[in-house]
T-cell receptor, first 114, second 116 residues
Framework: DGGITQSPKYLFRKEGQNVTLSCEQN?????MYWYRQDPGQGLRLIYY???????QKGDIAEGYSVSREKKESFPLTVTSAQKNPTAFYLC?????????????FGSGTRLTVV | GDSVTQMEGPVTLSEEAFLTINCTYT??????LFWYVQYPGEGLQLLLK?????DKGSNKGFEATYRKETTSFHLEKGSVQVSDSAVYFC???????????????FGQGTTLQVKP
């Protein structure tokens, strides 16, 4: 079955460490997205990519970086510059780069700073 | 900018009760509207959508109608079950002029608790 796979499900980061969250999709979708979810809040957009080798900053891109070298993959790196990285991270994709068809989401990665 | 406002939760209902979760939006142009559901520890699943005014989206007994005159997209279900307990998110597709930007704008989410 097609879908989006996020790994790992749980991730622990030490202070000053960079970590990378994986997101892979086999839906042949052009567009991919990273959102951050904090308790009791909605989703906030970190980065998005509508086509391979291109991506744009979302609303809270500071302290994060991404790459889109392959259509199937959109990894997110949480750098040491992100001062409050503890959150639930969700990756999504859309067959329509305009987003009007809606998204398919992965099951998320919960990142905790220790 | 565009925004989505949902009713505050948690909403607590008994099994077989009628459900309404209010969602209103502010947008330029004609966005698509969505309801997503999130079960504990999981990602979001698309529940239903509507792409133009007066469209009704429906799935698994849930319904929502795109009301342009009241800028609303309220979620309803006639008889809820314990298994419907989850967080529900209303969202719209962000538009600039006549084009979609590719981004979805989400509401804060409404927690539904259904008791047996």
């Amino acid at each position: 079955d097609g879908g989006i796979t996020q790994s790992p499900k749980y991730l622990f980061r030490k202070e000053g460490q960079n970590v990378t969250l994986s997101c892979e999709q086999n839906l042949n979708h052009d567009a991919m997205y990273w959102y951050r979810q904090d308790p009791g809040q909605g989703l906030r957009l970190i980065y998005y990519s509508q086509i391979v080798n291109d991506f744009q900053k979302g609303d809270i891109a500071e302290g994060y970086s991404v790459s889109r070298e392959k259509k199937e993959s959109f990894p997110l790196t949480v750098t040491s510059a992100q001062k409050n990285p503890t959150a639930f991270y969700l990756c999504a994709s859309s067959i329509d780069p305009g987003g009007a068809s809606g998204y398919t989401f992965g099951s998320g990665t919960r990142l905790t700073v220790v | 900018g565009d925004s989505v406002t949902q009713m505050e939760g948690p909403v607590t209902l008994s099994e077989e009760a009628f459900l309404t979760i209010n969602c209103t939006y502010t947008a330029t142009g004609y966005p698509s509207l969505f309801w997503y559901v999130q079960y504990p520890g999981e990602g979001l699943q698309l529940l239903l959508k509507a792409t133009k005014a007066d469209d009704k989206g429906s799935n698994k007994g849930f319904e929502a109608t795109y009301r342009k005159e009241t800028t609303s997209f309220h979620l309803e279900k006639g008889s809820v079950q314990v298994s419907d307990s989850a967080v529900y998110f209303c969202a719209l597709s962000d538009r600039r002029g006549s084009s979609n930007t590719g981004k979805l704008i989400f509401g804060q989410g409404t927690t539904l608790q259904v008791k047996p």
